[in-house]
Structure formats: structure tokens, C-alpha cells
């Protein structure tokens, strides 16, 4: 990949390599082994009897994606829900994936490309304080999340 990129623009391995974010690194190990954990002590098997015993469960799972996605990343919570939804009609796997999706907005913890734009940022003096991005998040990701999801039941 390196080679193409230098050889149109004359990019250096070097400057390349000094342009990740290394530091993000240890952070999505964590949370990945945090997903494989929960995993083990028994979560999929309660949010697969959440989801199941839900009254509304369009909604339920894309609000569980959601908020865990915000908390833990949309890697972590996908891989948990790979797990729950295995045989799951196709409604329940398509609200995982908007609750998912959209959950990441509301915290900059919630995405890896959330956290390495603020990294990029960072290093350009472009402070955004987290109440900004919570703030924006929820104006934007509620009614996307909400207007999703209603959507998602009027079509299954």
C-alpha cells in the first residue's frame, strides 16, 4: 500500500508511520477483550432473553445497540450481537445494526474513526470539549435513531 501512495505524492514511510494514532491502540484491545468477557459471563444469553421477552423488540435492540455501542464501541457490541442474533429474522438484526451505527454519535468513546478524528484534531490545536460533542451527538443521533427505527418497523 505504501509503495502506490509514495509514488504519486512522494509520501515517506516514515511520516506515515508517525501519523497513526499508536496511542488509540491499547484502547481497542481493552475493548475488545472487555466484549469477549462479557461475552463468557453470560451477556449474549441475557440479551438474547431480552430480546426475546421484548414487547417492542425493533426498538429494544436498537436502543441496547445504541447505548452500548456509545459505551463500549460499535466493534465490541456488533461482535456481541453477531452472537444474539444468529437465526434472528432479519428486522432484529437490521435494528442491531442502526443502534449500532448511530450509538457511536453520542460519545467519542463509541467509535474508533470517532476517536482518531479527535486525536487529529488534537494535534491541529482543535480542542472539541466533551460536552460539545454529547450535546451534538444527541441533537442529531435521537431523532436519526428514532426516525430509523420506526422506519425499519413500518417496512418489515
Avoid: C, K
Avoid at 66 to 76: D, I, R, T, V
Avoid at 92 to 119: N, T
Avoid at 122 to 139: D, Y
Amino acid at each position: 500500500l505504501h509503495r502506490p501512495v509514495a509514488g504519486r505524492r512522494g509520501a515517506q514511510l516514515g511520516r506515515v508511520v508517525a501519523g497513526v494514532s499508536w496511542e488509540l491502540l491499547p484502547f481497542l484491545l481493552g475493548v475488545l477483550v472487555l466484549a469477549t468477557a462479557l461475552s463468557r459471563g453470560g451477556v449474549t444469553a441475557e440479551l438474547r432473553e431480552l430480546y426475546a421477552n421484548a414487547a417492542y423488540p425493533l426498538p429494544t435492540i436498537g436502543l441496547v445497540g445504541a447505548g452500548g455501542s456509545a459505551l463500549m464501541g460499535n466493534h465490541p457490541v456488533a461482535l456481541l450481537h453477531s452472537q444474539v442474533l444468529v437465526g434472528a429474522p432479519p428486522g432484529h438484526v437490521f435494528a442491531a445494526l442502526i443502534g449500532g451505527d448511530l450509538g457511536p454519535r453520542l460519545l467519542p468513546i463509541g467509535s474508533l474513526a470517532g476517536l482518531m478524528w479527535m486525536s487529529a484534531l488534537r494535534r491541529q490545536g482543535v480542542i472539541v470539549p466533551l460536552g460539545t460533542f454529547v450535546r451534538v451527538g444527541a441533537i442529531v443521533t435521537v431523532p436519526s435513531l428514532a426516525a430509523s427505527l420506526v422506519t425499519l418497523w413500518l417496512v418489515r
